[in-house]
Structure formats: C-alpha cells, structure tokens
C-alpha cells in the first residue's frame, strides 16, 4: 500500500517552480505538477486556487494534501510508491468536488504528428490540433493542442477551471506545438486559449485556430465538439458524383446565403435541420445539379456575409451543430443534389479573438503592412510562405470535403491572392524575388490544395473566382496549371450584363460585348456567374438591371437566361434571381417569396425551371462546354436588328441545338436562319411563351428545313423570333 514519507512533502517543492506555478508563468508545468520523481519520494502536486482542503484517491488510499501557505493553491503530498491512479477532491465554502489531475495524463500527440506539423505536410491537421474529444490512458476528456512557436506560455481556460489561465498551463512539444488532456470536459464546453508572449504580454483571450465549433455571436468562444461517429446515408451518391461534377456533365448551380434564403416567424433564419427539407427539396424542385453555400465557416460579423471568417473548421452555429450541418448535406445527397461550399482563404479579420498577432507575433499573417494588410477590406493576409500556415488553409480544404462530405468548393478572391499589387499603389507593395507582381507562395498554396484534395478525395470539384487572365487556373498542375477543375467567367459576366442593361435601342452599338465571350470561351472549364456580388451596394436587382416597362424588364431578364443556359459554361444563379426578386439582397431579411405569386415572377421561375430541366436532359448544351467542337456562330454580325443565333453540338449522335435571340422590343417575322440538318427542328423553349409570362408569340411548335443556303449552312428556315427574347430549335431525329 502506498505510504507517507516520513520527509516533510513541502521539503521536496522547487520553490521558484511554486512562485511560478501561482503566478501564472510555470513555463514547465508538467515537470511540476502532478506526480514528480523528486529522488527522495514522489512528489504530488495539484493546484486548486480557492480550495480550502484536497484530498488525494487512490484505489488504496484517501488521504489529506498540504496546503503551501506561501503559495495559495498549491496541494502537496509524498509517496514511497507510484499509484496506478488518482483523483482529486477538493472543498471551499461547503462545496465538494471531484476530478482526475489533467498533470497525471501523458502526452496524446504522436512525434510523427510534431514532425509533420512543423514540416507543414500534416495532411489531416484537424486530427491533431484542436480539442479532440476521445478517451485517453482510460479516461474521457478532450485533448487540446495549439500551434504557438513563440508563446511564453499557453492556457486552455473555459468555465471548466473558471477562466483562470494558471490552471491549465500546457506541455510545449516541438514544432510550436502546446497540448493537454482535460480530463472531463467534453463537447458543448465552451474555451478559448490564454497566451502570454514572449515579451511576458498577456493576450486577449484567443478562439481556438482548429475549432470545431463556436458560440453564437456576438460571443467568441470556441466550442468543443466531438466529429466522430457520424451516420451517413450517401454511398450510393458519393460513388456516382464523379461523373456528375466533371467538364462534360450539367452543372447548374443554386448560391444561397443561409442566412437569408427564408426566414422563420420572428426573423429567425433557418436552421440546418429546416433548411434539409426547406431548400433541398425547392433547389431538386427547381432542377438545380448544385447548392453553392456562401461561407459558412464561423465569422463574427453578420454584415461580412461570412467572408471574414475566424473559425475556419467551425460551420456557424447561427444554423446548428456540426452534426446538424452534415444532415443538410446528407439530405441533398439524398435528393442528388451536390453541395459546394465558399472558402475563403486570402484573408481574415483583424478581431483580436482571431488569428492576428496570434503568439504576440505575427504568426499567421506578413508583418510588413504592404504584404499583410488588405487595404480594400481591412483585413490580414495569410503569410502562405509559412508552411505551417499554407498547411492550415490546405488541410482546412480537405477538412471540409472529408468530414462533411461536400463535394466542392469554391475559392474565393483568388485574384487578390495571385498579385502581390492587388489594389495597391505602385509604392505599396513588395515584389517578389524575381521583382515581379505574382505571388509565388499563394499560387503554391492553390496548387498544393488542388493536388490534395482531388488527389484525397474522389469526385470533388475546385471553383476559382479569379478575375484576371491568370493563365491556367483550371489547367492540371502537373502541366503548369493552378490546377482547379472550374473558373468563373468574370468576363462573359461583365460584357453581357453591360450589355442588357442598355436601352435596346443603344444595344446595336455593343453588339460584339455579347459575341467577344466566344473568343475565350474554351481556354478555360468556366462557369458562368451571377452571383450575389451582381445585386449588392446599390447595384439593384436582376430585374431592375434591365431596361423598359415592367413587361420588358422581364422579358429582357428571361432572353438573358435563355443566353446564359445556352452559351458554353457550366451555370450559377444567386437565390432570388430564379424568380427575379424585384428588391435587391438583403443579408438581414428573407427573399420576398410573395412575389412568386405574381405571374411575371412566377412566369421566370417556371423558366428557369424549365431551362434547367432541358439543360440537363440535352447533351448538345453542355457536353462540349470547354471545347471550340460544342459552338458555332450562325449569327454573330445583326447588329443592327440586335440579333444573334448559334448551334450547339454534343455528340456524334446527339440532337442540335439551335438558338437565335431577338435583343430589341421589335418582334422579327419570317427571319432566315441556318439550319445545320434538314428536316423538322422543334421549337424546344421559347422565353416569350405565355407560360413564362411572354406575349405567345412563336413558330407553332416548331420549323422545317428548306434546301437554302443561309448562314454557311446547307440548310435554313424562316423563323418568327418574339420581341426581347431567346427561342431554342431542337433537331427531330425521328
């Protein structure tokens, strides 16, 4: 049985270790606390501020502590043998409680884990860093570890241990790295970390870097969550989305801000759980292939939409749970649906709970203001020639596609990342070592992002926002590329939108702002985007976007979809446009679904549903999406009647698709057009259908072939193209 030593336990305390310990600058608290070889006995040492008396448990012992009058807190006692185990109980003011000695646990992180984290190659980094709920050497607790190289010291405080950053002090491990097993303390405990720098400066309390959960706003804290156990429902899903998110397949995707797509009585926005049922089915009803979720990784700041993000492994809470989160995504799997999500790894706030001046050093971002300071959003900008840096936003990627099962993401600002003179006078910013603009380190961090993920996770998809003509963005890496699957096509959004927001009469002066797209249109995968920054700070609606009374501001919005869902490009519509939302976004507030009462509204949500539906069952409109075989001009010259016409092409066997489109009020009678085949060529889709709130006008279903050369074709008809309006030809192969 474990015995007192007959030597004064107090006779065996390092007294400057004590004065350390309850000052709360202990830089070696697991040399000190708990059961230390002092050589003369064994030494245990608890510190539990406030507490009156402290017992020690053993299997074969209760036995009274000392308490060290010159060091308030601090519990001592000797024994000849090492117990198996202890626990502690404590008494202040009447009160008892019991708890197993965080400073009795050895250390959880693997050397293999230190060295890879301090090699900036730990793929899966969120299995090592962060609190980690699990049961260690017998006990159940949550493992916390931290990366801060240039920390004096570091606490995890939480209402486990009062926020008092003297009781929890971790082991520094190499690489940076501060770990410490909690016994007891679980998921739904709410922490942060304390960090004193190597200046001996307090910090402001910091949220945990790999957090995987947070409070709700305003609050900062970071919440302990346990990611394992999770149920799927989405094999069969996951093994055919492969095929369903590549350059030869329909895309067609739905950019939602969660907060804002519907909200509940009383303002609230919908949780995860509604929003399983609530927006899965209208998005699988509306026939979209995709949901584009704006960022959701946990931000402070309502009004940043999400793109300042602090918990970059934390889905917010303003909607639920981790585990709730991976139920929305499993019920669009469910439905078909893929879910990307919006990644936001170019910048990040300056919100003193957050990554900056993380150590009392600038850790995660570029000291020098002209590299770290995004001028435009007052934010940092990551030090990505940091490996342990470029290895937590990479990770971050792959951390996303495995724990929840997304099926993409889509990076945001990727052109702010590339240049280092991004929005910046010619004397604000540093070249780089070869004196130029680019920015080596971030193209590296994108292209070491691409490779993991697609090379971790089968069947993703990467999306790059890049608005320059940043060579290669969606070329593979191995041939020089940044390796995406998928760019936006910025400029085919600027030139078109530019175009539909003059007066008609003005259009046949801009004619070649819709035709110059075509010039580009294969040397890049692109999607086509009008996205939620397209109806934002004072920019209007879709709808008021065009020109005209009422009638033609619809008709003008319906032939520019009929554009849209026919030029080469995989698809993106912000929420609210599908049914042309007369009022522009507004983040704090649900889209005006009344709207969709009225038959205009109505008439361009059935189009698009219908666009939708015939996008994806007609190969000829995306099969060669990225190659020049998939378009040809019929019509690319009319611009004084403002008209334009083209084929698309699938496959050897696939139907033609024949478009022609009428940009001006004037209605086109007995208009000749090219046909590619003979035969009959059904009218398919007709923006100006009565249906979709047009005036009816068409081709009586459809058109036959006449044997007139027109428009370099063997072939051709005379078609009536309804004023301000897109028709579609389908070849009847019947």
């Known amino acids: 049985m474990p015995s007192i030593q007959t030597q004064a336990p107090d006779a065996l305390v390092d007294h400057n270790a004590a004065r350390a310990i309850v000052a709360g600058n202990c830089a070696d608290p697991f040399a000190q606390l708990g ?51 202890y626990r502690v109980r404590a008494s202040a003011q009447g009160h008892t409680w019991e708890f197993d000695d965080p400073y009795a646990f050895g250390s959880v992180l693997s050397d293999d884990d230190i060295y890879y984290i301090g090699e900036g190659t730990h793929r899966r980094l969120w299995d090592a860093l962060g609190a980690r709920v699990m049961e260690h050497e017998g006990v159940r607790g949550t493992r916390f570890a931290v990366w801060a190289p240039n920390a004096q010291r570091v606490s995890v405080v939480g209402d486990f241990n009062l926020w008092d950053g003297r009781r929890a002090p971790m082991r520094k491990r190499g690489s940076g790295v501060w770990e410490i097993f909690m016994p007891g303390v679980g998921a739904g405990d709410v922490y942060k970390y304390e960090i004193i720098s190597m200046s001996g400066a307090r910090l402001p309390l910091k949220a945990d870097p790999m957090g995987f959960g947070s409070e709700h706003p305003p609050r900062t804290g970071s919440v302990v969550r346990d990611l394992s ?175 929840y099962h997304l099926d993409g993401i889509r990076v945001d600002a990727v052109a702010s990342m590339l240049y280092r003179d991004y929005s910046r006078k010619h004397d604000e910013w540093v070249p780089n070592h070869d004196g130029g603009r680019e920015n080596y380190e971030a193209i590296a961090l994108l292209q070491n992002m691409n490779t993991l993920t697609y090379g971790e996770v089968p069947g993703i998809m990467t999306v790059a926002e890049e608005s320059t003509a940043f060579p290669g963005v969606s070329r593979p890496v191995e041939y020089g590329g940044l390796g995406f699957g998928f760019k936006w096509n910025m400029g085919w959004m600027n030139d078109s939108l530019r175009y ?49 009374n009422s009638w033609e501001r619809f008709a003008n919005l319906r032939a520019y979809y009929g554009f849209m869902w026919t030029h080469p490009g995989k698809k993106l519509l912000f929420m609210g446009q599908e049914f042309a939302q007369s009022r522009e976004w507004n983040h704090n507030q649900s889209l005006d679904w009344h709207e969709c009462d009225n038959g205009r509204h109505k008439g361009v949500q059935m189009w698009v549903r219908d666009l939708n539906a015939f996008y994806r069952a007609t190969p000829s409109l995306y099969l060669n999406d990225t190659r020049p075989s998939g378009f040809s001009w019929l019509e690319a010259n009319d611009a004084d009647r403002s008209v334009f016409a083209y084929v698309r ?86």
């Open 35 to 85: 059961l230390q070889d002092r050589g003369a006995a064994l030494l245990l040492t608890v510190f539990v501020p406030g507490a009156d008396t402290v017992k020690v448990l053993t299997d074969k012992l209760e036995a009274d502590m000392t308490a060290l009058a010159d060091y308030p807190g601090l519990f001592v006692k000797t024994f000849e043998k090492r117990p198996k185990s």
């Open 649 to 734: 092409h699938g496959g050897a066997n696939d139907p033609k698709v024949v478009v022609v489109m009428n940009m001006t009020p004037v209605e086109r009678p007995d208009y000749r057009i090219g046909l590619p085949a003979g035969g009959r060529w059904r009218e398919t889709l007709n923006s100006d259908a009565e249906a979709y709130g047009g005036g009816g006008r068409g081709n009586m279903g459809g058109v036959f072939a006449e044997n007139v050369p027109w428009m370099g074709q063997e072939y051709s008809t005379l078609v009536n193209i309804p004023p301000l309006s897109t028709v579609m030809f389908m070849q009847d192969v019947h």
């Open 500 to 548: 539909m927001e003059l007066d008609p009469i003005h259009r046949k002066h801009h004619h070649h702002e819709m035709t110059f797209s075509l010039h580009y249109a294969f040397g890049e995968n692109y999607v086509l985007p009008i996205s939620h920054d397209e109806v934002v700070h004072g920019k209007g609606s879709m709808l008021h976007k065009m020109p005209g």
């Open 229 to 403: 156990g999770a149920t799927w429902h989405d094999a069969d899903y996951m093994k055919t989305r492969a095929a369903a998110q590549n350059i030869d397949a329909p895309i067609s995707i739905y950019e939602v801000n969660l907060s804002s797509w519907k909200r509940a009585p009383g303002n609230r926005p919908l949780s995860y759980v509604e929003l399983a049922s609530d927006l899965v089915d209208y998005a699988a009803w509306m026939g979209f292939t995709h949901i584009e979720l704006m960022p959701i990784s946990e931000h402070p700041f309502d009004g940043s939409w999400g793109y300042q993000p602090v918990g970059m492994y934390a889905p917010t809470i303003r909607h639920g749970t981790p585990d709730e989160f991976r139920t929305f995504v499993d019920a669009a799997h469910a439905k078909g649906l893929g879910v990307l999500l919006d990644w936001v790894p170019g910048h990040f706030p300056i919100d003193e709970h957050g990554l900056g001046n993380f150590d009392g050093t600038h850790l995660y971002e570029h000291a020098d203001p002209r590299e770290g300071f995004h001028q435009d959003w007052n934010t940092l900008i990551p030090n990505f020639g940091r490996n342990e840096v470029a290895n937590y936003y990479a990770s971050n990627a792959l951390y996303w596609l495995e724990e």
